[in-house]
């Protein structure tokens, strides 16, 4: 399973920015993938995570309203649409699989992994 990253960089605070994930080789339809991120100096943390098959989605409490998780199914491609972007927001952004259906919010429970994409929000 390889999962690839993209979409982040430097962006002032109250704007916004995409990232994408394609992910290639999941031999399950049904499977769940989660956005986290690692900010400076602290651990990683649970974002968002959507469900194949349907549509559900699951968000940390306090990013709820200004980020947006969503799939394009042609493309095996998940994104995370980031608005109102506040400083606190600096991060790498992971993208994550896992070859079963569930509202997973545990590092331990993502089996693949992406690089990494840096986004950083100026004030």
């Known amino acids: 399973v390889q999962l690839q990253a993209s979409g982040g960089g430097l962006v002032q605070a109250g704007g916004s920015l995409r990232l994408s994930c394609v992910a290639s080789?999941?031999?399950?339809?049904?499977?769940?993938m989660g956005w986290f991120r690692q900010p400076p100096g602290k651990e990683r943390e649970f974002v968002a995570a959507i469900m194949w098959p349907g549509s559900n989605t699951g968000y940390t409490d306090s990013l709820k309203g200004r980020f947006t998780m969503s799939r394009d199914n042609a493309k095996n491609m998940v994104s995370l649409q980031m608005n109102s972007l506040k400083p606190e927001d600096t991060a790498v952004y992971y993208c994550?699989?896992?070859?079963?259906?569930?509202?997973?919010?545990?590092?331990?429970?993502?089996?693949?992994w992406g690089q990494g994409t840096q986004v950083t929000v100026s004030s």
């Open positions: 080789g999941l031999a399950t339809r049904n499977y769940t």
């Open positions: 994550a699989a896992r070859a079963s259906v569930g509202f997973f919010r545990k590092e331990n429970d993502y089996p693949y």
